[in-house]
Every structure is written in C-alpha cells, then in structure tokens.
DNA sequence: GCCGTTTTCGGCCCGACTGTTTTCAGTCG
C-alpha cells in the first residue's frame, strides 16, 4: 500500500540522484512528475486499480518509462533503478538537502570524499574542518553548514501560516516605514495563502536598493545574514523565519510580483507560454525576442498586463499551483473566486457554555463588529465530559438564552441573528451523542469526530456514513481530523464521504482554524461533485472570527465560489437549503 | 524523460548571489 507521498518522494530522489551525475533535461522531468503527484487528490494506487497502467499515463508529465516505475512501485513496493542509484550513493537525500546550501552536486562530493550520508556525519565532519579543505568548499561553507544543523536541528524549518502571519505583518510595517521604500508587497507562498510557509518574501518597489539592503540587513531580530547583495538579501530572523527581500523599478513591479509570488512551476509555464508565442518572461518584464536577444519590453507593470499579453484571463494568485489554471485561463474558464468579505455568518462557534471564552452575546457582539449578520452557536456535547458537554437538557437551556437574545437585538432594532446549534460528537458506532428530538429542534446540526480517531479506514469511512445520513445532521465539521503541521488526519475515504454528503445534501465544513480542514485539494472535489460548503472560524474567543480569512483562502485554493459556499449567501437562502 | 494549434524530433525558464575562483559552478527561488 504506497502512498502518493511515497511514490513522489522516490521519483524526487531519482530526479536528484540524476542531477548529480550532470544528466541533462531528466532530473526536472522527475522532479515536475514529483511535484505533480503530491498534488494529486487521488491515490495512483486506486487510479492504477481501476484503470492500470494507461490510467496513470494520463496525468501529465507520465510518459512511459515513469509510468512503469509507479507501476513497478504501486505493485511491488520497489524500483529497481531507484535501488540501484541508492546503493550507489546511499545518502540520507531529504535530509541532507534541508541543509542550505547543499544541493546534489555537493552532497555527491560529500559523500565520495568524505563518506557522508546523514546529518549525524556531516555535523561532525564539519567541527572536525574537514569540509574546509574540499575542493568547491571552504571556510565560509562549513560554517553556513553549522550553522544550518543548529537550525534544523532545534526544530522548524515550516511555518503555519495563521501563526506566522502577525510577525510577517510587523517586518512588513517596518520596512514600509523606511523613507526609500516606495512601495512594498509580501509575495511568495504568503500572498498564495498556503498552509503552511518555508520563508516569506517581499518585493520592493526603490530607486535606492542599496538602502534597503543595508536597512534590511540590520533590521531589528535578524540572526543571520544569509545573502547581501545589491537588489536582493536574505535574513534569517530570531523565531527562524527566513525573510527575502527584492528591489526592483517601478516599471517592473508586475513582472517581478509575478515571479515573486510563484509558485515556481506556475512561473515556468508562463515563461514557456511566452517562448511559444516569440517572447521572454523573467522578473523586469514581458520582452519580444528571446533571453539572449531581447526586444521591446510590452508588459511588466502590472501582473494583469501580462497575463493579458499572454492570452490569459488574470489568474489569482491563491490558483499559482500548477493545477490546471493556465488551461482555464486561456480557455477564458477561471472560476468566480468567493471573495474575503464574502461571509456573511459563521455556522461554528464556541461559548463558555463549554470550552469557549466568551458568553453567546459577547459573541455575538464581536461577530457583528466583524461585519457578520448571523451566527450559530454550536457548543459540544456531552461525550465530551473535560470540557463539560451539554445534555438535552442544557441544550434545551442554551436555547432559551439565545431566544431572549435575539429578541433583545430585534428590540434594539438589530437584524443580527443567533442560530441554535450544536457541534454533536459522532460516537463509535455512528451513532450521536444527543437523541434525534433534541437535534430536531436546532436551526443547524453539525457534526464532528473527537474520538476513535485510528478506526479502520473501512470501519471510520462507514461510521461518518452512518452519521451523516442521520436526517437531522445539516453539516460535518472539520471533515478529516488533521491539525496543520500537529496532527494528521484520520484514516478515511474522502470522496466516498464527498459522495454521501452529495447524496444527502449534507454540507462539508472548510474549518479556518489551524485544522484548515477541509483542505484545498478536498474542497475542489466538492465543487467538481457540486457538494456545498461552510467556511467557519471554529471561534473559541471573540478574537477569532479573523480565522476566517484562512478558511477563505483555502476555499479559493479549492476553486470555489459564492454559490458553493451557503454562509457566503443571506440567511433566508442559507436555511432554505439546509435538510428539511 | 516528456511533449507537440509552428514539432513524433528537437527542444526543454531565467537571473541573482555566494564562495571559491581568476571566469564560473552550484544553489536558490
């Protein structure tokens, strides 16, 4: 049983095992296929079980002699050539290549002069100096290689987004407060909202780049200084971020934002779309003629210029992955991305009644203020006992205290309106944790799994089945469990779940906590089944209402749109779709 | 190794920075 994960880890080694021995063209083929599958929602081995061989030639960057390596993988477990670069060179690849500065060349040398193949072995010949006095190496490499192991050795190399956020935010305020600074724009993998970030870059727009570099370089939390160079330096900050910085003209703002913000096989494409139509692409601008030989520059200042001038509609960046949406954009088929003021209520959110911080006014009060016109309360339930889960009858109480608020907005002439719910657990057999009479009296039921998280994956596929064509269960919650970058999801089949919830007219939870669950690849399968959806905050505080901007932005990583997400529409419409 | 509304053969993105060099390979994004 191997994983996509496993497969595009084997075929990203190959494409480096590759490089190392200067084979030309090869290693990026393997590496695009690598990055391909870990994009895949489905898993080759399911794909090659219904279709085989010809099924996985169909994704694009398969050609035969991959095509039969994921095969010889799915069915055996192994690849022959794989095995054999690998005794070649038995070096730790992943690890290894954490370390910055090490790519395959170097890390070939490494081990054919020195014997390395691990961390372990390479910290230690490093303190001994003996990477010094290798050729291609020097003083100033093995002391960026220390320094590298410290790093990755005292933990993270990723950050999740929602967290790291606020302190992109303060180095973006300050360098925006230099007087050099014209303009100032955090790109990369920020501005694309993934999940979670390796580093955050900024471009900037200055006549005087020198300033900025020096300005940046020193800045206030810098540990080390990683690059300085004339238009582009790289820090690495106390908490470990690493922070890249750009200058660029005015005139190229565009062209360097598009490249800025990646991601780097979106860049590739486009800049292989402009070669076919006699043009060049890089950071400064769209050029006619060819890298050595460039014309006049007919965009750059703006990204949509030159998406146009590439016969494409403008793409978002949240779509820069590589996932088809250079197809629909030349087709003139993008989707009408929902928008991050889009949400006009929040179907979960936590009181005090349970584990949440705040009473149901004051969270009412807070969701108004963050321009919302309807909540839903949905404490837990009673299985879960630590956080003291509400019974029928504390339910029953809850209700009437949500009853006298509403009445009290309406005197005060507010159309702000608090729904009764629940966040109900799914027991072990699928059964719910409140009874049927209960959850009937609820505007909105949803559901979720806090327990038996390691079930089968035929035995917790069947069991969310089970909860989830309950008549009374309008929505499931965090839908697989995971927890970004702490827990991982639990052993379920999705599309059959997507399946039921279609079947069923249950709506899917797109969670904007850190579960960030569903997650972007899941959510375009509900679009593509035509499963609706819910973007909550999952709020515990009357601070948290702001997670849902990361639920949005998951949500237009999914392709989705106002019409696939019913807390985007008005409360009459959203309660009419809900079950009967 | 993959791919094709200019191609089934001949292409394959582009540039900045570093360190070890004395003109450039390797890495990175």
Not at 160 to 183: A, F
Request: charged content about 30%.
């Amino acid at each position: 049983m191997i994983s996509n994960a496993e497969i595009a880890a084997v075929l990203w080694e190959i494409s480096q095992y590759l490089e190392m021995e200067g084979v030309a063209f090869k290693p990026r083929a393997y590496e695009k296929v690598a990055e391909v599958i870990e994009g895949l929602s489905e898993e080759l081995r399911d794909l090659y079980k219904k279709g085989g061989l010809k099924a996985i030639e169909t994704i694009p960057g398969i050609g035969v002699s991959i095509g039969e390596k994921i095969e010889e993988l799915i069915t055996t477990g192994k690849c022959k050539e794989y095995e054999q670069l690998k005794k070649k060179t038995p070096v730790d690849l992943a690890q290894l290549s954490k370390v910055g500065g090490l790519g395959p060349k170097k890390i070939k040398k490494l081990y054919d002069k020195l014997k390395i193949t691990n961390l372990t072995e390479l910290g230690a010949a490093a303190k001994k100096g003996k990477i010094a006095v290798l050729e291609g190496f020097g003083e100033k490499s093995e002391e960026k290689i220390v320094k590298a192991l410290e790093f990755l050795s005292s933990g993270g190399n990723r950050f999740v987004l929602p967290y790291i956020l606020p302190d992109i935010w303060t180095i973006r305020d300050y360098l925006k407060k230099l007087k050099e600074v014209e303009e100032l724009t955090v790109a990369g993998s920020v501005r694309r909202y993934k999940e979670t970030i390796g580093d955050a870059d900024m471009l900037v727009v200055s006549k005087q780049p020198k300033k900025i570099m020096d300005a940046f370089t020193t800045m206030p939390g810098v540990v080390q200084v990683l690059a300085h160079g004339e238009t582009k330096s790289a820090v690495k900050m106390k908490n470990g971020l690493q922070v890249d910085v750009r200058v660029l003209p005015k005139e190229s703002y565009g062209a360097a934002l598009n490249y800025f913000t990646g991601s780097k096989d979106h860049n590739v494409a486009l800049r292989q779309l402009a070669i076919k139509k006699g043009y060049t692409l890089n950071e400064y601008g769209l050029w006619k003629g060819t890298a050595e030989k460039k014309g006049k520059m007919i965009a750059g200042a703006t990204e949509a210029e030159i998406y146009k001038a590439l016969g494409l509609l403008y793409i978002e960046p949240e779509l820069r992955e590589m996932t088809g949406e250079i197809e629909a954009a030349a087709k003139g088929k993008l989707p009408d991305l929902i928008g991050y003021g889009d949400l006009k209520g929040d179907l979960q959110v936590q009181t005090n009644w349970t584990d949440g911080a705040k009473s149901i006014e004051e969270m009412a009060v807070a969701a108004m203020a963050a321009g919302l016109e309807y909540i839903a309360i949905t404490d837990h339930t009673k299985r879960l006992a630590m956080v003291h889960g509400l019974d029928e009858k504390r339910l029953a109480e809850q209700g009437k205290e949500i009853d006298e608020l509403n009445r009290k907005f309406q005197v005060q002439g507010l159309k702000f309106k608090v729904l009764k719910g629940t966040e109900c657990d799914i027991l072990e057999d699928g059964k719910l944790d409140l009874s049927d009479e209960a959850l009937a009296k609820l505007d909105i039921v949803g559901v979720s799994v806090h327990s038996y998280f390691n079930l089968s994956h035929k035995d917790q596929t069947a069991r969310i089945k089970r909860a989830i064509q309950n008549l009374n269960v309008d929505m499931f919650f965090h839908p697989t469990g995971r927890v970004v970058g702490r827990r991982e999801p639990y052993d379920v089949d999705i599309e059959e779940l997507i399946a039921t919830a279609k079947a069923t007219g249950t709506i899917m939870e797109i969670n904007g906590s850190d579960r960030l669950d569903l997650k972007d690849q899941h959510i375009r399968l509900c679009v593509e089944a035509g499963v609706k959806m819910a973007v909550n905050s999952d709020a515990h505080n009357d601070g948290h209402y702001g997670f849902m901007e990361f639920g949005i932005s998951q949500a237009r990583r999914g392709w989705a749109e106002k019409k696939d997400i019913i807390n985007a529409w008005p409360l009459e419409k959203m309660l009419s779709f809900l079950k009967k």
